[in-house]
C-alpha cells in the first residue's frame, strides 16, 4: 500500500470542517428558545400562519406583559420551527433522576368565548406529523396544560425518551375563533408523577389506576356530584344542618382583639397586581408549585407571580374582617375580594382545570377555600356561589365520597388538607337538600377510612400513624388537629362518624401522648425533622373536642378516657372544664405508668411519673428515617437501636438541641463514626430499611423487653425507585434493652463493620449543657472542668459508670471504658447540605450551628468482627442519688444477664421473678428458666407466679408484610405460626393466640399464631 500524506491531510481537513459544522449547528440550537412568551413583534417573523392572523396582545397575559393573539376564519394553522426541547439537565427536576420524568410540553391558552371546537396541537420532522392532541374549546379564561409526549397520539416516544422535533403546529377546523397563547415550553422533562389530566386534556394517565394520586381530581368523581338527585329532608335534618354550619362558621371566627385596619388590607392587596380593564381581570400568572417549570428572564421578563397560597390568605384577611368592618371599610372590603374572585376565575382555577398539576395542592388552598367559605353569601348576592364552589368541589375531589366502597382507602394527606374542607364545602351547596345528601355519603366515607387497618397507610392496630410507607407522626399531625374537628361536630346526630371508625382514629389520637413525654415525641420518629419541636402541645383543643364527642359507641356524653388524659396534660391549665370532668362525670387524672409497644414503628416506650424512654430501631418493614433532599441530610442514625430519656421538660428540657448537635450521636445508637461531610446521605432521598425482619417488643405488667438486628449492609428505600441499597461500612449488631422497674439494660453483641478507617461505636449520650460547670458524676472523679476529654475505665472489680447533666447514671457491666468529652461543638443544620450547598429556606440561612455538650460512648475500634458491651441506665436521679450513684448501683442486685452472645439475650429480673428472652436464632437451647426453645426468633417474657403458674408474653417480631414487587409491601401484618417448647408438662386455654398444646412427654409444645407483632399474653397451670 502506497503512504499518501495528502490523502490523510485531506481526512483531517474534512473531519474538522464536520467537527466546525456540528458545533455551528449545536450553538445555533442551543440559541432557539426552549420558552416562547410572545414580548417583542418581532418573533411574529418566526412563525407561519394558514388563513389567520398573529400579533402580540396586551389584552392577556401571564408572564411579561403579552401574549399571541391568533385570530382564524376557516380551516387555519400556525407554527414555528424557532424552538428548541430542553435536556434532563436543564429542566428543573427537583429530585434529579431520582424519579422519573418525561419530555413535556407546557402551554397556556386563553379562550375569551367558549365554542363546541377543537384545536388540535402537534409536532414534525421534515414536514411529517409525529406526535398531536387536540383539546376542546368550551372554556373561558386562562388553561394551563402539561401534556408529556408519550401521551400524545401519532408516534409517541416511550416515557422517559429524549425527542427531537423541527416544527411545532397549532391547527383547526373551528369556523372562526380568538385565543391566545402564552408561555409555551416546547418540551422540558417533567416529573412523571405530576402531569395532571382534565377537562381539556382528559387522555393523560387514562391507563393509570384514576385513584392511584389521591391528590388527582377526577373526572369521575366531579361527574357524580352533577349527577347526584338528591332527597327530600326533615326539618330535623335541616335544623342539623344549620347546627354544623354555624359550628363551622364559630370555628372560623378570629379574636375581638384584632381590629379593622383598611389601609394595611388595601396595601396588602395592591401587591398583588390586579387591575380590572372592564371587561376581564389583569394581573401576574396565579400559580401553583411555579419552579416546576422552566423560566427564561430574557424571553418572559422578571418571574413576577402570584402563588395561589398568597392569593389565599389575602382573600382570607378580608374575609375576616368583612363583618366587624364599618360601611365605606365593608365597601373597600367587598370591592377588593370581588376583585380577587374574578381572577382566581379568569386564571383559571375552575371546574374541571388543573392548571398542568395541582399535586400535594391541599397545602396550599386552605386559606382561599376559608375566604370563599367565610364569604358565600356575598357570593351569592353577586352570582359567583356556583361557579366558585364548583371550582372547590372539583379541587378537592368532593365527588370521592360519592364513589363506591371498595375504592374507599385511608389516607393521612386527606385527613390532613381535606377532610375539614369536605365538611366546610358541602356547606357550599345552596339547596340543603344537596348538602344533607353530600354529608350522609361523607359521613359514610370517613366512618369506613377511620376504620382502616389494613391499608397501604392510615392509622394501623397499634395506633400508630402511616405516611410514606412508616409511622409518621409529623404527618398525622394534621390529620389530629383536624379530624376531632370532625367527629365533635357531627357527634350525637344521624351524621355521626361510625363507631368502629371512631374507635380506630381514638386509639391512634391517644397514642400521641403515649409516645410523647410529656408532649414531645422524640427524635426516633421524628421522620426528616429532627430536634424541630416535634409535639402535640397544640392539640390542646383537639383532645378537649374528643372528650366533648362521647365514647365511640354514642352512649356515654364524655369520653372519660380522652377525658383523663386531657386532665393530665392541660388540667392544670383549665379549671373550667377540670370541674367539669372531675366534679360532674367523676373523672380523675391518669396515671400514665408502664410499657407501651409500637410494632408498627419498631418502637417501645417505658413510662414512670415524670419521665420516659423512648426506644427506637428498624427493620425490612419499618423505616429508619427520612432522609429528604434539603432536610435531615444527615438522619442516618436515629433508629439504630436509640434510647432516647425525656423528663416532663420536653426534648429541650432533656439536654436535646440542634444547636451544635453532632448527628453521629444519638444516644443508644451503634454506629460508624464518620465526619459530616460523609455522613450525609450520598441519594437526594432515602427512607432506609435493612433485609431484617426482627425489630420488635413485647410487655408483661409494667416492664418490657425491646430487640433488634442491626444490618445497614443490605436494604431497600421505603420511598423511592431503588430496591437494593446499604451503606459502605456494612455495620452489624444484635441489640436489646430490657426496661424492668426504674431501669434499663442495655446489651449489644456481635457488632462489626468493614471500615477500617472510621470508629465503630455505641453512644451513651448526648446532652446539651446549659451550664458548662455542671457536675459529671464518674466512677473516677466529679468533673466541671470544660473543655475537657477522658476515658474513663474499671478498675479491678469495680465497674465504671458516670452520669449525664440531666441526672441519667450509666453503669457499665461490661468493662468498656467509657469515652467522655464536654466541649463546645460545630456542626450544621439538618436542612443544609455540605456536600451541595443547598439550604432550605426553612432553616432561615443558618448553616453552621454550634453549642456545648457533654458526651460519652463506647469506643468498639476501627473495623469490630465482634465487639460487643453492657451497660444498666437509671434515669432522672435526684441528686442525693447521683452523688451516691456508684455505691446504689453497684450494690444493685435485682437483675442477672443470663446469657448475651449471637442466639440470645436473655435477663432475669428477681423482683418480679421474670425472665426476657431476646431470640435472635431459631431452636436455640436457652437453658434458663421454663422456656427451651422457640422455633423462630421471638421475644418472650416469663413471670413466675407461683411454683404452678406461668404467664407468658410472647411476640414474634416480623410483621410479614406481603411484597406485592420488590421493594413495595401491602403494609400490613399478616399471622405468623410460632411454636415454644417448655421444660414440664403446663396447660393452658385454646384461644385466638393459642391454637394448640401439647404436653404428652416430659416437655410441653405451644403453638401461636402471633400477628402485628403485638404482645400475646397467656397464663399456664402446671400438671
Known sequence: MTFNPFKIQNHILLSILLLMISSLVEAQNSELPAVESFEEASILTKFNKTNSSLTISDSHYRYGRNSLKWEWQGEASFGTPNFRELSHAESPLRYGSHFPASPTLHMSIYNEMAQNETITISYETQGETQVYFSIPLNFTGWRRIWVPFYEMNGNPPKKGSAVDYDYFKVSTTAAKGTLFFDDIIFSQYQDDRHQYPDLIVPFIKANDNPGKDHWLPLISNFKQIQNLKPRPVSMAIRMDLKKFEKMIDADMVIDKKYKVYINALTEMFDKLQLK???????????????????????????????????????????????DRANDSERQEIERMFLLGTKYYLDQGWQAGSNGGTRHHIGYNVREITEGFFKMRRFLFEHDLLKQVASSLHWLYNLGMVLGKEENFHVNIDYLNTQAYYHLMLIFMFEEQEMQAEMLRAYSNYLSITLAQQEEEWGFKIDGTAWHHNGHYPAYGYGAFQNVPKIIYTLSKTRFRVGTEGHRNFKNAFLATRTYSQKYDWGFGNAGRHPLEANNIKKFRQQYLHMALAGNPEGTAEIDKEVAAAYLRLWGDEDMLNTSLFTSLHGIKKENLIGYYTFPYAATAVQRQNNWAAIIKGYSKYVWASE???????????????TVQLLSEKGEKGSGFRQEGWDWNRYPGATIIYLPLKELEAKMPLIMFRSNETFAGATKLGDNGIFGMVLNEGKGSNADGPETKVGYPGKLYAKKSVFSFGKKLICIGTNISSIDDKNPTQTNIFQSFLEDKKVPIYTSSEKITKFPYTATIASEGASKNWITDPYGNGYYMLSGNPIQFKKEKQQSYHNKYSINTGKNNKKAKGVKETEGDYASAWINHGMGPKDASYQYVIYPFLSEPELKNFGKTASKDNSYEILRADEKAHIVLDKDTKTTGYVIFEVDTKLE????????????????EDSANRLTLSVVEPDLNFKQIRQNKFENYSRPVTLTLTLSGK??????????????????????????????????????
Request: aromatic share 8%.
Open 928 to 943: 434458663h428458666g421454663a422456656l427451651r426453645t422457640t422455633s423462630k426468633p421471638a421475644l418472650v417474657m416469663a413471670r
Open 627 to 641: 432522609i429528604y433532599i434539603d432536610e435531615n441530610r444527615y438522619g442516618r442514625y436515629p433508629a439504630n437501636g
Open 986 to 1023: 403446663w396447660d393452658t386455654a385454646i384461644s385466638g393466640t393459642v391454637k394448640a398444646v401439647d404436653h404428652t412427654g416430659s416437655v410441653t409444645t405451644i403453638t401461636l399464631e402471633c400477628v402485628h407483632g403485638l404482645p400475646n399474653e397467656f397464663s399456664l397451670l402446671k400438671l
Open 276 to 322: 380590572d380593564n372592564g371587561t376581564t381581570v389583569l394581573g401576574p400568572p396565579l400559580n401553583f408549585n411555579d419552579g416546576q417549570e422552566y423560566f427564561n428572564k430574557k424571553k418572559q421578563g422578571p418571574r413576577i407571580f402570584n402563588d395561589i397560597k398568597d392569593l389565599g390568605k389575602v382573600m382570607k384577611k378580608l374575609a375576616n374582617f368583612h
